[in-house]
């Protein structure tokens, strides 16, 4: 029933930035915690940044600092804004929805 899309994925240069956006169908979306993934070639996925509820953050120690994690309730949607990209950060990108739901991905590649 729940379904979650991501966007804004795309190829730029070390040093640029991006924001991925997560639009979630389905009610109450302010109730649940909301995260993002990556999965890198060759690499298991791997925890990126989350946004409770309350509103309350967390970062993998690798994106601190460069990544930020928000949410719209009115938009239904969650994002991530990535600055000072790093080629080490080229992976596909997954919206998680409360645990259990997840997005199809988007990919990002950061390359010259």
């Known amino acids: 029933q729940v379904q979650l899309v991501e966007s804004g994925g795309g190829s730029v240069q070390p040093g640029g930035s991006l924001k991925l956006s997560c639009v979630a169908s389905g009610s109450a979306f302010s109730a649940y915690r909301m995260a993002w993934y990556r999965q890198a070639p060759g690499k298991e996925r791997e925890f990126v940044a989350d946004?409770?509820?309350?509103?309350?953050?967390n970062y993998a120690d690798s994106v601190k600092g460069r990544f930020t994690i928000s949410r719209d309730n009115i938009k239904n949607t969650a994002y991530l804004q990535m600055n000072s990209l790093k080629p080490e950060d080229t992976a596909v990108y997954y919206c998680n929805r409360n645990w259990n739901t997840w997005g199809q991905g988007t990919q990002v590649t950061v390359s010259s």
């Open positions: 946004i409770s509820s309350a509103g309350r953050t």
